[in-house]
């Protein structure tokens, strides 16, 4: 692929596409990876747990918290309570307004 040619505009969304597409193909290959070995110890007579010692899952778990606060601006913006305020919170008290009020 000769770069020379894009202009800087088209060299920006060619980076933003590949990134997203290096994104995908993580996901897709770690997940594919997984399936093969769990296949190849199944194949031995072991699941992939007993082989690697603990618990496997094709989902990493993620507790990220139930929401606690609500924007009532956006009620699609929440926020869990932990962590940095998001911005929206921050010019709700900078109002001189309770977090008390945002709390779902």
């Given at each position: 692929?000769?770069?020379?040619?894009?202009?800087?505009?088209?060299?920006?969304?060619?980076?933003?596409?590949?990134?997203?597409?290096?994104?995908?193909?993580?996901?897709?290959d770690k997940?594919?990876?997984?399936?093969?070995?769990?296949?190849?110890?199944?194949?031995?007579?072991?699941?992939?747990?007993?082989?690697?010692?603990?618990?496997?899952?094709?989902?990493?778990?993620?507790?990220?918290?139930?929401?606690?606060?609500?924007?009532?601006?956006?009620?699609?913006?929440?926020?869990?309570?932990?962590?940095?305020?998001?911005?929206?919170?921050?010019?709700?008290?900078?109002?001189?307004?309770?977090?008390?009020?945002?709390?779902?």
């Amino acid at each position: 692929m000769d770069l020379s040619k894009l202009s800087l505009p088209e060299m920006y969304q060619l980076q933003k596409d590949l990134a997203a597409e290096i994104d995908k193909r993580k996901v897709s290959d770690k997940k594919d990876l997984l399936a093969e070995l769990q296949n190849l110890a199944a194949a031995k007579g072991f699941s992939l747990q007993d082989v690697l010692g603990k618990a496997v899952s094709s989902k990493a778990a993620k507790n990220t918290g139930a929401a606690q606060f609500r924007n009532p601006a956006d009620a699609s913006q929440t926020w869990t309570g932990r962590g940095r305020k998001p911005q929206w919170v921050q010019d709700w008290l900078d109002n001189g307004k309770s977090l008390d009020g945002l709390r779902v």
